[in-house]
Nanobody, 125 residues
Framework: QVQLQESGPGLVKPSQALSLTCTVS??????????WSWIRQPPGKGLEWMGAIVFSGSTNYNPSLKSRTSISGDTSRNQFTLQLSSVTPEDTAVYYC?????????????????WGQGTQVTVSS
């Protein structure tokens, strides 16, 4: 049973960088069949795909966030990490890590195989 768990700070100050880590257990992030995404949901809004990593080495980002987003992986720890720079209160959201089979569109959330429980991040001074 593959399980994902997000970790990171719950409160970040404006203009700072946000860093979240997703730890995967019960499976390997180097799977050739899956990619691994970060997805967020601001209060009162829908899900927003932020970016994804495939452990062949490639990453893809939502164009609206690309300039501020970086996703990297640590295969030795079976983790992947989101970094979001220059945060504002508009980045307040529940952040999820998730995994889907290759070929599933990034925003086809119902088709993702694995989800973390989500972690609340608030941007406030």
């Amino acid at each position: 049973q593959v399980q994902l768990q997000e970790s990171g700070p719950g409160l970040v100050k404006p203009s700072q960088a946000l860093s979240l880590t997703c730890t995967v257990s019960g499976g390997s992030i180097t799977s050739n069949r899956h990619y691994w995404s970060w997805i967020r949901q601001p209060p009162g809004k829908g899900l927003e795909w932020m970016g994804a990593i495939v452990f062949s080495g490639s990453t893809n980002y939502n164009p609206s966030l690309k300039s501020r987003t970086s996703i990297s992986g640590d295969t030795s720890r079976n983790q992947f990490t989101l970094q979001l720079s220059s945060v504002t209160p508009e980045d307040t959201a529940v952040y999820y890590c998730a995994g889907a089979r290759k070929g599933v569109p990034y925003s086809d959330y119902d088709s993702y195989d694995y989800w973390g429980q989500g972690t609340q991040v608030t941007v406030s001074s």
